[in-house]
T-cell receptor, first 113, second 116 residues
Framework: KQEVTQIPAALSVPEGENLVLNCSFT??????LQWFRQDPGKGLTSLLL?????REQTSGRLNASLDKSSGRSTLYIAASQPGDSATYLC????????????FGGGTRVLVKP | NAGVTQTPKFQVLKTGQSMTLQCAQD?????MSWYRQDPGMGLRLIHY???????DQGEVPNGYNVSRSTTEDFPLRLLSAAPSQTSVYFC???????????????FGSGTQLSVL
């Protein structure tokens, strides 16, 4: 059974510092990995999607890398801003489970002005 | 552009009552799904659908029914509510249902359900 872990559960950084968020998964047979952002009381917003054949994806200040062999993905957020404060979740779509996504528990980020 | 619309936003039920959570998307997405989010448990898949007339169970389907009579709508029915079903429920959709298609998942804003 695929398990997805995000450590740390919470992170606090001063504004301007780069954020590094980690995601690990136990089964490397994945189709893709997505990073989501969730604001309090809101739904999830997809930030980046990395296909299993890709090593990384970039969107603005966001960069996500994928290392399938080691079962790891990292989300980098450059020059953090208070508006980046949110919970970030990763999820993997597994080959053995159809279209099901397995989510990590998330990392709650606070960017202090 | 409405995206994925869920109603209601909040609901309080008594044990044993039934209700339907509504989900509609206007993006012509093939794939629709229901998740529940609980503290310490993360997001768990309840049911999903890969197209009109086709549904399948997810990780935690017991106590819930779904149907998909149209591409746009995917309601979630609680047959006899239990306190263990207190949770935040999210509907999500993506363009393609094909394995490996790798489409981004779009979420609704959620329904907070309390069962007393």
């Amino acid at each position: 059974k695929q398990e997805v872990t995000q450590i740390p559960a919470a992170l606090s950084v001063p504004e301007g510092e780069n954020l590094v968020l980690n995601c690990s998964f136990t089964d490397s047979a994945i189709y893709n990995l997505q990073w989501f952002r969730q604001d309090p009381g809101k739904g999830l917003t997809s930030l980046l999607l990395i296909q299993s054949s890709q090593r990384e994806q970039t969107s603005g200040r966001l960069n996500a890398s994928l290392d399938k062999s080691s079962g790891r993905s990292t989300l980098y957020i450059a020059a953090s801003q208070p508006g980046d404060s949110a919970t970030y979740l990763c999820a993997v779509r597994v080959k053995a489970a159809g279209n099901k996504l397995t989510f990590g528990g998330g990392t709650r980020v606070l960017v202090k002005p | 552009n409405a995206g994925v619309t869920q109603t209601p936003k909040f609901q309080v039920l008594k044990t044993g009552q039934s209700m339907t959570l509504q989900c509609a998307q206007d993006m012509n997405h093939e794939y629709m799904s229901w998740y529940r989010q609980d503290p310490g448990m993360g997001l768990r898949l309840i049911h999903y659908s890969v197209g009109a007339g086709i549904t399948d169970q997810g990780e935690v389907p017991n106590g819930y029914n779904v149907s998909r009579s149209t591409t746009e709508d995917f309601p979630l029915r609680l047959l006899s509510a239990a306190p263990s079903q207190t949770s935040v429920y999210f509907c999500a959709s993506s363009y393609s249902a094909s394995e490996g298609a790798g489409e981004k998942l779009f979420f609704g804003s959620g329904t907070q359900l309390s069962v007393l």
